[in-house]
């Protein structure tokens, strides 16, 4: 009878430790499933997140060509000042992919942009302005701007030189110390508003530029600057000249030696090159994704209208940026 009951005992003992070892495998194998899922999540989190940062950016830069395409259309009718006055606003749809490989609209995304225009023209091109005007525009004496003129490719220069592809790189050249530069106005100079820098034209825009730059470009006082700033918009140079109080001989850019009472060639009486900022938002309506980028670009339009991109840059909240200039 003993023996009866010790071996009922182990036996109940036996199924009790198995009981425990199940219980056990349950929740080792309930926390791997709970961490199998938890990871799932996160690994769609991350998936939506880089989604929304891919779609932000290409909505950045598809700002930037709708834009673009609106300005050819305003440009051609003489309208593009009106694009200046206030931002354009995008609203792309989403997509996502469908099972045949392909994209179809979705409702789980919501992307948008804002694009503003400036006059690029209504800046001063550092790599053409002549040595008389970048000594006043930049407050630097006649020698390191002759020396600053001479180091760029431009015809009649001596030496090969080289091109400034922004305008900080006055520091990089020893044109200007840092302290220097970051007291010059960022929205005064550019060095994008000439696509073929062998025949530069229509590169300063008159009835848009500041009265400091007016004073540099017609060689003018200040006080003259404002009043020409108040007699604007010009139609031509006998306008300008009567308000500038000169001769347009006497222009820090100068008219055409073989037509002395025509426009000078570097001059323009309307917007023909623009910088396009734009800023897009992607959000994912469906869980907590979203993401911002910007895309900046500089277009210009030659005399036959058609535009073409002198600069590109593309940014991200992450920090990361990839630049190109054309």
Known sequence: MRDVFRIYRRKTDERGMALIAALAL??????LGAAYVRSMMLEMDRTNMLAAQLRAREA???GVRAAICKL???VAAHEAE???AQPLNFDLPGYAADAQGGLTPSSNWKVSVEAVLSDESARLNLNHAPSSVLALALGIDGEKARALAASLPRAGASGEGAWLTSPDE??????LTPETYQHLNPNWFTVY???EPAQPAAWFNVNGAPPELLA???HITPEAAQAVVR?????NVAQLAQAAGKEPSTFGLKPDEASPDGLPAALAFEPVSFRIQCRASAAYTGGSASAKAQAEAVVCFNNRKEPAITYWNESSLDGEAAEKRM
Request: glycine content about 4%.
């Open 231 to 235: 007699a604007r918009p010009f139609i």
């Open 193 to 195: 508003t000439v696509p």
């Open 216 to 218: 540099a470009v017609l």
């Open 72 to 74: 050819e259309m305003a």
């Open 26 to 31: 349950l929740v080792v194998f309930s926390l």
């Open 60 to 62: 950045a830069a598809a």
């Open 82 to 84: 009106a694009l200046l």
């Open 170 to 175: 006055l520091v990089l050249r020893g044109i």
